[in-house]
Every structure is written in structure tokens, then in C-alpha cells.
């Protein structure tokens, strides 16, 4: 183990030192930039469509509503991350980690708009509806099939395997914290769910697990608020304490900076997925009458997952003093702060958030490993290899050490980002000519409705069909 340690480590020194911050946030600020600041001027935008995405429900369309995409991807996103993962970036990288996870979820919404748009510009038709995501705009965009591959791998990988190592760590830690059972009796159990949801009842536990997630997310949220409204006039020293470790010239000269920034971006990341290339596979399922709808929603479930849960786990932790403990890690400093303030009762409710959290990330994790599993091969062996080693790295990361499952995650994280950003820093410019068309046609007064001639020059494209422009003038002219 000490020698995977070293191998892990190291490859995450030089991909999260050199290469991927360069990327995140340089092509955060470029999207930003081009779209005119997409994420805050059309934010009210964002929010009406959520509204739209309910409608789809009810009018029979092929894939899912807007809205349920959304739900999707946040119950993929809300998981560990938004509890042991950002308390683990303020006890390793001190409280200005917090500043860096904000920073990059709103320069990462731009990014996100842009994979979340190119996923449904060139998603394909299945039996359930719709799929696609950065393995499908790599090959078909870019012609580049062995980059679709090897992103499909690293995202099986990652998300099927290694996060979801993570989730069940994450469990099994919480609730050896808050009732004290065994790890490998609760490893045992989350093994034998989790077969039984990916063997038969994915569906019908997905859409459970959509009901459940949000309701959860908005307790805790709500028990957030409370917590800050009770300790209102400390507020200002947390921010203050935030702000002055991001940029403090005592953090700079301590090298505690550089540490803040590394966990901050490793843990934003991790938790909002921007850029990543995991929520795009999600976004293509919805349907909609535009690819830039569906790049508004997933822009707007960064700002949900970021600015709003990771925000509420930051100030539960430090408007106590749990993260200065050394003793504590991961989910254990959520649990001993939040009993700080409100009493013991806590640790139970954040065990049972955790695992309805994780669990429904676990469901999420290996639908986006099922779908770049067809991508590479529709053979049904290739589909039970996977199921079995899904359920292998559950077993591993019930029992396995905190410090190597993170750090596992991380690797895999940054190689999938890097595939993925450079696919989308490649065709931005898709992108930006969706919302130029979209924004001409709300200017309009239109419902905006998107043709594969909408674009000059965009080929490879299934499920758009082509504007006939003499029926559009022809109808017009009835109109008048």
C-alpha cells in the first residue's frame, strides 16, 4: 500500500499543481468571458426553466423532463463531497479552502453551461430516450473516437469504481461515529443493497432517490440557517477568518495559501463537478426544446451544490472549533461540530443524511459508468464485469484507510477533467453559437427552438432535426 500511496501521490502533486488549476481556471474565465458572463446575467433565466422542466413532465416526450436531469445530477452531486469532503479541505487547507471552493463554482458554471450544452447538442437516441455526454461530443464533434474511449474509461473508472469507494467510506464512517457498528458489517450491507439496485432496481430506486435527495438537501440547508441565525454575530469573524486565510501574507509566507487553493479546487471539484465532464452525461437525457436550456439548468446546479449546501457544511464547522481537532477527519468533524451546536441527537442526522446522500450517488456514479460502458461496447458481459467490480470497490472502500481513497479519487478526477476540458476548450465555440441563437430567439419574444441548421456548418448531429425554411415562411405568411 505504501508504494500505491507514492505513485497516487506524486501523480497528484504534478496533475493538480501544474496542470489542471491551469485549466479549470483558465478556461473558466475564457467561457465566462465569451458567453458575457452567462452564469449571473441570464441566472434568472436559470431559475424560470426550472420551472419549464416540470411541464416537460407531463407531456410524454422522449428522455426525461429538464427538471428531472437536473435532479439527477444533483443527487450525483450532493453526496460526500458537500460533507467529508469540505470539511476535509478546511482541516487540511485551513478556512480559506472555503473562499477557493466558492471562486471556483462561479467561474466552473460557465463550464458547465458549455459541456452540459454540447452533451445535448450531440446526444443520441436509446430505448429509455436520450443519452450522451463528453464520450459522444469527443467523437463525434472532435472525430476523435479514442478520446471518446479513454474518457468513457477514465469516467467508469472514476465515478463506478473509485467514487463510489468514496460514498461507502464515507457511510460506513458515519455511522461507525454515531452508533459505533461495525464497518464490516455495514460494508456488508451497502455491498448487498447496492448489487440489488444495479442487478434489477435502478430505476425504481433512482426515482426514490430523487424524492429523497432534495428533501434531505433542504433539511440541512434549513438546519445550516438555523445554526448561523443562532450565532449571527459571529458571522462576521468566519468571513472574515475565510478571507484572511486566502490571502492572509502570514498563510503566504507559512505556504498555508498554496494549500488552501490545492484543496479548495480539489474539493470544489469533486463537489460540483464543473468541468469534470460526470453532469454533461446527465444533462443529455432531458428533452428539450433547446441545448441551452439544459446548459442554464446545469449552470444553476453548480451555484446549488457549491454556494448553498458546501456553504452550509463551511459555516456548521467553523462556527465551531471541531476542525482544528486533529483527531478528527472527514465526516467526523461535520458530526462533532454540528453536535457543538445543537447536541447529540446530530451525529444521528448526519449519519442518515450521509448515506441517503452517498447512497443515491452510488446509484448516480454507476449510471454514468453504465452509460460510457454502451458507449465503448453494447456487450452484455463487458455490463457484468463492470456490476461486479462496482460492487468489489464498494466492499474496498467500506474498510478501506480515509487518506488513499480520496487521494485515489482525486487521480481519477484530474485525469477525467483534463480529458474533458480540453475536448470543450476545443468546442466552445458550439457552444457560444447556441446561445447566440438562443438569446436572438428570446429577443424575439420566441420559446427558443433549436434546428441542427441553427448552426452553419454542425455535423453529426441525431436528434435535432433540420429547420425546413420554406415551411417557416409559409407559416408565417398564414400567421399574417
Not at 467561474?107 to 450544452?117: L, Q
Not at 457511510?171 to 452508533?179: G, R
Request: aromatic share 12%.
Amino acid at each position: 500500500m505504501t508504494l500505491l500511496e507514492k505513485f497516487v501521490g506524486t501523480s497528484n502533486e504534478i496533475l493538480w499543481t501544474y496542470i489542471l488549476i491551469v485549466l479549470l481556471i483558465g478556461l473558466g474565465i475564457y467561457f465566462t468571458i465569451k458567453t458575457k458572463f452567462v452564469q449571473f446575467r441570464m441566472f434568472g433565466e436559470m431559475v424560470r426553466l426550472l420551472g419549464d422542466g416540470v411541464e416537460d413532465t407531463a407531456k410524454g416526450k422522449e428522455g426525461v423532463s429538464s427538471f428531472g436531469a437536473f435532479c439527477i445530477s444533483t443527487a450525483s452531486r450532493v453526496g460526500t463531497g458537500n460533507l467529508a469532503g469540505v470539511a476535509l479541505a478546511i482541516s487540511t487547507g485551513g478556512p480559506g479552502a472555503v473562499f477557493w471552493m466558492w471562486l471556483i463554482a462561479l467561474i466552473g458554471s460557465a463550464s458547465a453551461f458549455v459541456e452540459a450544452t454540447l452533451a445535448q447538442i450531440y446526444k443520441v437516441k436509446d430505448k429509455d430516450g436520450f443519452r450522451g455526454g463528453p464520450a459522444y461530443y469527443m467523437e463525434k464533434a472532435l472525430r476523435q473516437r479514442w478520446m471518446g474511449i479513454l474518457f468513457a474509461v477514465l469516467i467508469t473508472l472514476c465515478f463506478g469504481l473509485v467514487f463510489n469507494s468514496v460514498q461507502a467510506n464515507t457511510i460506513t464512517l458515519a455511522l461507525e461515529t454515531a452508533y459505533g457498528f461495525d464497518r464490516w458489517i455495514t460494508g456488508l450491507f451497502i455491498t448487498v443493497l447496492t448489487a440489488f439496485v444495479i442487478f434489477g432496481g435502478v430505476k425504481r430506486i433512482a426515482k426514490v432517490a430523487e424524492i429523497i435527495v432534495p428533501v434531505m438537501a433542504g433539511g440541512y440547508v434549513l438546519l445550516a440557517l438555523y445554526i448561523i441565525l443562532t450565532n449571527i454575530t459571529l458571522l462576521p469573524d468566519v468571513f472574515a477568518t475565510i478571507f484572511s486565510s486566502a490571502f492572509g501574507l502570514q498563510e503566504a509566507a507559512g505556504g498555508t495559501m498554496g494549500a488552501a487553493l490545492m484543496m479548495g479546487i480539489k474539493r470544489g471539484l469533486f463537489s460540483n463537478e464543473a468541468g469534470m465532464g460526470s453532469a454533461p452525461n446527465a444533462a443529455a437525457t432531458a428533452s428539450v426544446s433547446h441545448p441551452v436550456k439544459q446548459g442554464l439548468i446545469q449552470s444553476l446546479g453548480v451555484f446549488v451544490d457549491t454556494l448553498l449546501i458546501c456553504s452550509a457544511t463551511s459555516f456548521i464547522v467553523l462556527l465551531s472549533d471541531a476542525y482544528k481537532n486533529q483527531n478528527l477527519e472527514g465526516i467526523a468533524i461535520v458530526q462533532t461540530a454540528l453536535s457543538s451546536h445543537i447536541g447529540l441527537w446530530a451525529g444521528s442526522f448526519i449519519a442518515i443524511a450521509v448515506f441517503l446522500f452517498a447512497f443515491s450517488s452510488v446509484v448516480g456514479n454507476y449510471y454514468y459508468g453504465e452509460t460510457n460502458i454502451e458507449f465503448m461496447n453494447t456487450n452484455k458481459t463487458w455490463l457484468l464485469v463492470y456490476r461486479l467490480a462496482v460492487i468489489g470497490m464498494v466492499m474496498f472502500g467500506s474498510l478501506a484507510k480515509v487518506s488513499i481513497v480520496w487521494d485515489m479519487a482525486d487521480l481519477f478526477m484530474a485525469l477525467m477533467a483534463v480529458t474533458n476540458l480540453i475536448a470543450i476548450g476545443l468546442l466552445g465555440k458550439i457552444a457560444f453559437a447556441a446561445l447566440a441563437d438562443y438569446t436572438r430567439q428570446k429577443r424575439q419574444g420566441a420559446d427558443p427552438v433549436f434546428y441542427r441548421n441553427s448552426i452553419p456548418g454542425l455535423k453529426d448531429v441525431e436528434c435535432w432535426p433540420e429547420q425546413d425554411t420554406r415551411a417557416e415562411v409559409a407559416t408565417s405568411k398564414t400567421t399574417e
